[in-house]
């Protein structure tokens, strides 16, 4: 089966621009995760989704991160504006969504380094 | 909220079996998983305990003991392939990684 697709791969802006990533779920994957992870750390949970409704978006700043999740398919994450300390890879993930093991095994993209200068 | 702690860092030689410690603090427990992370790469998916006891899949096994919130990820017969970054994860919150060198 095909993995979790994202887009682009790498990403440089300046400081208060906006940047949108893309994440395309493997077939079936109920469930969708951004997370950002910073060089030395583990993977931090942005939002999850369940189809397309929001489960868990507590470590979010919405001031300036927002997130949707079309017809509980495809997945964009938009960053407006920018800071420094947003330079991190973002990573998709996805899982099927039931419960046991099935929930907790988590596919992930190759995910997008992003550069804030 | 929920935290878990890792060794940062663990050496070890080619052939030989590390143990990767993971001790957590969870408002609700949902089971230990492990991950793996090469430099540049994603995070793959190696293990899930969701009882007490080990789980063997091949070179790799896991443990958890509920009662502890305690885990480790166990890596036998260890090939230079293996050095990478392994995660332990409660649900969507995951450790900081141990950096396993495996030097031949």
């Known amino acids: 089966e095909a993995g979790v697709a994202q887009s682009p791969r790498y990403k440089i802006i300046e400081k208060r621009q906006s940047v949108a990533f893309w994440c395309n779920p493997i077939?079936?994957?109920?469930?969708l995760y951004w997370y950002q992870q910073i060089l030395g750390q583990g993977p931090k949970l942005l939002i999850q989704f369940q189809n397309n409704g929001v489960v868990d978006d507590s470590q979010l700043p919405k001031d300036r991160f927002s997130a949707e999740r079309l017809k509980g398919v495809d997945s964009t994450l938009k960053i407006q504006p920018a800071k420094l300390e947003d330079s991190a890879v973002y990573l998709c993930?996805?899982?099927?969504?039931?419960?046991?093991?099935?929930?907790?095994?988590?596919?992930f993209g190759p995910g997008t380094r992003l550069t804030v200068t | 909220g929920q935290s878990l702690e890792q060794p940062s860092e663990v050496t070890a030689v080619e052939g030989a079996i590390v143990q990767i410690n993971c001790t957590y603090q969870?408002?609700?427990?949902?089971?230990l998983s492990w991950y793996q992370q090469h430099d540049g790469g994603a995070p793959t998916f190696l293990s899930y305990n969701a009882l007490d006891g080990l789980e063997e899949t091949g070179r790799f096994s896991s443990f958890l003991s509920r009662s502890d919130s305690y885990g480790y990820l166990l890596l036998q017969e260890l090939q230079m392939k293996d050095s990478a970054s392994y995660f332990c994860?409660?649900?969507?919150?995951f450790g900081d990684g141990t950096t396993l060198t495996v030097k031949p």
């Open positions: 994860a409660v649900k969507s919150t």
């Open positions: 969870t408002s609700g427990f949902y089971g």
């Open positions: 077939s079936g994957h109920a469930t």
């Open positions: 993930a996805t899982s099927l969504g039931m419960g046991g093991a099935g929930y907790y095994e988590q596919y």
